[in-house]
């Protein structure tokens, strides 16, 4: 029988999501249908009951239903309880489990895609908010030389940091605090390029060879990635191959098979320029 999931979210019309779970089932050989549902704000829960009475089996969940979800869940993973938040859950009889695979799939898509692994490296994060803490633990994880985590909001970038210490080396700071500092990777997990601003990171950040990656998809060349170039930095990468490696985790998770991630990428890259 065809197992149902869906993705969850409001707006939904653009979500990749159908689009890669599917391709990830037929690639696999797994009998899945997955749609979309635009959730009615406040009504997470019901939304999510009534899938799941007609037989789904499982979800993704993207803005603004990840805390909700994450409500709703019986079972946390360890990431999910970090983020707060969960952007995957399955159903187990009367247990609702959530997972949170932004992080993983992030870490996933720099070493094994990218092929640019965090050991050892100095790596500067921009940005406090849910994207930023969801790839605190997956990044300390791979033991940089240091983490630093830049925002805004001096608060916020300490909180993490204070939250991340006990797992690695890695300090919070203001932007300002940047000055005479550079990095091997920067990751901008702000929400400025959601709106075609520039975080106010200045140009010299970047150490030869540096890897720019922004964590947004498909909006070409953000002022951040134009920064990251105009400073002379050859490698760039927006977070189309997050989002495959993510949906590839939840995919393992409820299917207990890994799909490959190549051909999707390929299909949903948007070029940078
Ligand atoms: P998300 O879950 O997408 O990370 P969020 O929790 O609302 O969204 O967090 C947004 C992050 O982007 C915050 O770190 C925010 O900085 P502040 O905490 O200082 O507000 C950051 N951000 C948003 N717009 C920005 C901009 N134009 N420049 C720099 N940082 C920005």
């Not at 977070?239 to 590839?248: F, K, R, S």
Request: charged share 20%; with cysteine; net charge neutral.
């Amino acid at each position: 029988m065809t197992d149902r999931y869906a993705v969850i979210g409001n707006p939904i019309q653009h979500s990749k999501s159908p689009l890669i779970h599917t391709a990830f089932g037929s690639a696999t050989g797994q009998d899945i249908e997955y749609g979309k549902i635009e959730g009615a704000i406040g009504e997470f829960a019901a939304t999510a009951d009534a899938f799941r009475a007609a037989g789904g089996k499982g979800m993704n969940i993207t803005a603004p239903f990840k805390l909700d979800a994450f409500a709703y869940s019986t079972d946390r993973s360890p990431a999910a309880e970090l983020a707060g938040a969960a952007n995957a859950i399955k159903f187990d009889g009367d247990r609702v489990c959530a997972e949170n695979f932004d992080g993983v799939g992030l870490v996933r898509d720099v070493v094994h895609n990218l092929k640019r692994p965090l050991r050892g490296k100095r790596i500067l994060l921009l940005g406090a908010g849910g994207a930023a803490r969801g790839a605190l633990l997956p990044f300390l994880a791979e033991r940089p030389a240091e983490l630093v985590i830049a925002n805004r909001s001096l608060d916020k970038a300490l909180m993490l940091a204070s939250i991340g210490s006990e797992h690695g080396a890695v300090t919070g700071c203001t932007y300002q605090d940047l000055i005479a500092q550079k990095f091997d990777i920067v990751f901008n997990a702000t929400s400025a390029s959601l709106r075609g601003e520039l975080p106010p990171v200045h140009a010299m950040v970047f150490l030869p060879g540096a890897l720019a990656y922004e964590l947004a998809y498909g909006k070409g060349l953000t002022p951040f990635l134009r920064l990251a170039q105009n400073a002379g930095v050859a490698h760039l990468a927006d977070g189309v191959g997050m989002l495959a490696e993510q949906a590839a985790e939840a995919f393992a998770w409820w299917r207990g098979v890994r799909p490959d991630t190549r051909e999707v990428i390929n299909r949903l890259t948007v070029p940078l320029v």
